[in-house]
């Protein structure tokens, strides 16, 4: 999962920093409204954009209705302060999807977090199922057959994104912007590496990874 945070508290920001990334997600940072915008402007493969309201150079508000008006439908979490209201109501007009009031607590937050991430791929469980293989994406445990897979973390990573897109192609280029951060440097031959290794571990009985040479990967649908 990719996340864009958008808050110019630093002490905040780096607590939601840690709290996200130890629950695997990759996330990436912006202290103001104007880079917010230009990081949405350029990179479409955020799942999730948490949005502190109050940001400088560009309000918060601003921000969500610029990407609204680009007709993004990337699911956004607002933060704002306590007393807030009137805020709140107007985010949630402009099309936010969630809010919540500073301060909050970061367990709350990393529910609300998954809650979102179900809602963006049209789910309401937290698990996804394909054939024999079950993945828990609030625990991050994968099972074939009821047995625990052991993937590393890259691995479900690269999980996560071809079960959201079962059927569909998947090329390297967009692996890296799901799962890597800003600065973070992976080619597309650690891709190749990882892939293969999620195989070897997976591959049972239907369940496959077709490789489209030049092109990327696509977990094939398992006939019913």
């Given at each position: 999962?990719?996340?864009?945070?958008?808050?110019?508290?630093?002490?905040?920001?780096?607590?939601?920093?840690?709290?996200?990334?130890?629950?695997?997600?990759?996330?990436d940072?912006?202290?103001?409204g104007?880079?917010?915008?230009?990081?949405?402007?350029?990179?479409?493969?955020?799942?999730?954009?948490?949005?502190?309201l109050g940001?400088?150079?560009m309000h918060?508000l601003?921000?969500?209705k610029k990407?609204?008006a680009?007709?993004?439908?990337?699911?956004v979490?607002?933060?704002?302060?306590?007393?807030?209201?009137?805020?709140?109501?107007?985010?949630?007009?402009?099309?936010?999807?969630?809010?919540?009031a500073?301060?909050?607590?970061?367990?709350?937050?990393e529910?609300?977090?998954?809650?979102?991430?179900?809602?963006?791929?049209g789910?309401a469980?937290?698990?996804?199922k394909h054939?024999?293989?079950?993945?828990d994406?609030?625990?991050?445990?994968?099972?074939?057959?009821?047995v625990?897979?052991?993937?590393?973390?890259?691995?479900?990573?690269?999980?996560?994104?071809m079960?959201q897109?079962?059927?569909?192609?998947v090329?390297?280029?967009?692996?890296?912007?799901r799962?890597?951060?800003w600065?973070?440097e992976?080619?597309?031959?650690?891709?190749?590496?990882?892939i293969?290794?999620?195989?070897?571990?997976?591959?049972?009985g239907?369940?496959?990874?077709?490789?489209?040479?030049?092109l990327?990967?696509?977990l094939?649908?398992?006939?019913?």
């Open positions: 999962m990719r996340i864009l945070i958008a808050e110019d508290d630093q002490v905040l920001a780096d607590g939601l920093l840690r709290t996200l990334r130890s629950s695997g997600a990759a996330v940072h912006v202290a103001s104007t880079e917010a915008d230009a990081a949405l402007m350029t990179n479409t493969e955020f799942d999730l954009l948490i949005l502190d940001l400088p150079k918060g601003e921000v969500l990407l609204r680009r007709g993004s439908a990337l699911p979490l607002i933060l704002t302060a306590a007393d807030g209201v009137e805020e709140r109501v107007k985010g949630l007009d402009l099309g936010a999807d969630d809010y919540m500073k301060p909050f607590s970061l367990h709350e937050l529910a609300r977090v998954r809650a979102l991430s179900r809602r963006g791929m789910s469980s937290s698990t996804i054939g024999p293989l079950i993945y994406q609030s625990g991050r445990v994968a099972t074939i057959d009821g625990m897979v052991e993937l590393s973390a890259r691995e479900l990573g690269l999980l996560e994104v079960l897109r079962v059927g569909r192609l090329s390297k280029d967009q692996l890296v912007e799962l890597c951060e600065g973070e992976v080619s597309n031959n650690a891709i190749e590496v990882y293969h290794r999620l195989r070897k571990k997976i591959e049972k239907p369940i496959r990874i077709a490789t489209v040479r030049g990327g990967y696509c094939e649908k398992i006939p019913k």
